[in-house]
């Protein structure tokens, strides 16, 4: 499986969320929906979810195991960062 493309939209509001990513695997496949979260100085990634009628959030789709999910997270936190700088310059 290869990551093919990350789309990634930053959220310019302060607060947790950081930044909306989607990602192509393998040029034919698409999941929307990411988010770049900030929880005590560090950056994960969150999968899409859908609020339960429990109010408990259920993901709607995630790797299976950790070197995925490791892959996907590196490659979506590394264009926030690229992002983050072309931002920074574009603001100079």
């Known amino acids: 499986m290869q990551i093919t493309e990350v789309r990634l939209r930053l959220v310019r509001e302060p607060g947790k969320l950081k930044a909306a990513a989607s990602i192509t695997i393998d040029g034919c496949f698409v999941v929307h929906d990411l988010r770049v979260v900030e929880n005590e100085g560090n950056l994960f990634v969150a999968m899409p979810n859908?609020?339960?009628?429990?109010?408990?959030?259920?993901?709607?789709?995630?790797?299976?195991?950790?070197?995925?999910?490791?892959?996907?997270?590196?490659?979506?936190?590394?264009?926030?960062?690229e992002e983050l700088r072309n931002a920074s310059k574009d603001s100079d």
């Open 50 to 81: 859908k609020r339960l009628g429990t109010g408990e959030y259920r993901d709607v789709a995630h790797p299976i195991n950790s070197e995925t999910r490791d892959q996907i997270a590196k490659l979506v936190i590394d264009k926030y960062n």
